[in-house]
């Protein structure tokens, strides 16, 4: 097995990057990939899309024929892909990571699951000898570009920190949550308060249109006064260019992958908190109303 993150090579005293595997590169997947591979990290990367990859290869990544290819070359390995489902049937498929993974290889979960998802996958894994971490990040495509992305990391903090140098590569700030399942638990937390901001700003701008006030004094009040956040006036800017039509099926099918995800995500908000025996009607309401928001649906009135 190769030497870790952080190693020196002893003839040289320059530090050694590990073999990472990227499997899962769409929207925020592929930026995270191509920051790995432009930074210098030998970089193996599994999608089911041929075309990212072929864009990836073009920036020095190796494309993998399977994710057996992937864990038996790679020491960290970061999964980003839609749901628990795939997150586990990239794990523990008769062709997936873990069989085919070395021990003390390390998988970071990058997807939004559940907390008893990634403990229970981490659990099994620890049979095989391999490491999984729930490293959830917000921010975004655009932020995966600017490598300002938030990781949520739960887990070992010795892990952790193996991990960091390649985590570092798109990400400006990188949390240990806790024990294994509180990135998890971070990131849904997280996305709570963003779409109900997001709702917010929905409302608020709808109102401001109705009484006649234009989008630039609602914006100058509300940046002023701190209510109006980065995210939301991002959301706004892309409200604006979804209700002008102009840049057609492309955006319309963006549009219903992130009320898709939106969906999904606080689904699993909702389900965390009855577990933990707590209501949030809040973010039930907000659920109910993201293709509102997002434009998939035309809103009513009343």
Do not use: W
């Amino acid at each position: 097995m190769g030497k870790m993150a952080g190693q020196a090579d002893r003839a040289t005293g320059e530090s050694i990057r590990p073999v990472v595997g990227f499997v899962g590169v769409g929207n925020i997947g592929f930026p995270m990939a191509r920051n790995l591979a432009t930074a210098g990290f030998p970089l193996l990367v599994f999608d089911v899309a041929s075309e990212p990859l072929a864009r990836l290869a073009a920036e020095g990544a190796r494309v993998a024929a399977s994710l057996r290819e992937v864990a038996g070359a790679c020491e960290i390995i970061a999964v980003c892909v839609r749901d628990d489902a795939q997150v586990e049937e990239v794990l523990f498929a008769r062709d997936g990571l873990v069989g085919a993974a070395r021990p003390d290889t390390i998988v970071a979960v990058h997807s939004t699951i559940r907390p008893r998802t990634v403990v229970r996958l981490a659990a099994r894994a620890a049979g095989a000898g391999v490491h999984v971490l729930d490293v959830p990040i917000s921010g975004a495509a655009r932020g995966a570009e600017a490598r300002t992305l938030c990781y949520m990391a739960g887990g070992d903090a010795a892990l952790i920190e193996r991990c960091r140098p390649v985590f570092e590569t798109s990400g400006s700030r990188i949390v240990h949550a806790g024990a294994l399942g509180s990135g998890m638990a971070t990131k849904l937390c997280n996305n709570v308060m963003m779409y109900l901001g997001f709702l917010a700003a929905f409302e608020a701008t709808i109102l401001a249109e109705g009484a006649g006030l234009s989008d630039d004094t609602l914006k100058s009040v509300t940046e002023a006064n701190g209510v109006m956040t980065r995210p939301m006036l991002f959301y706004l800017d892309f409200r604006k260019r979804v209700l002008a039509g102009t840049d057609g099926a492309a955006l319309r099918e963006q549009v219903e992958k992130l009320t898709d995800l939106a969906e999904k995500d606080l689904a699993i908000a909702i389900e965390f908190g009855r577990e933990l025996g707590l209501s949030l009607p809040g973010a039930a309401a907000c659920a109910r109303l993201m293709a509102t928001v997002y434009g998939v649906e035309e809103r009513g009135t009343s």
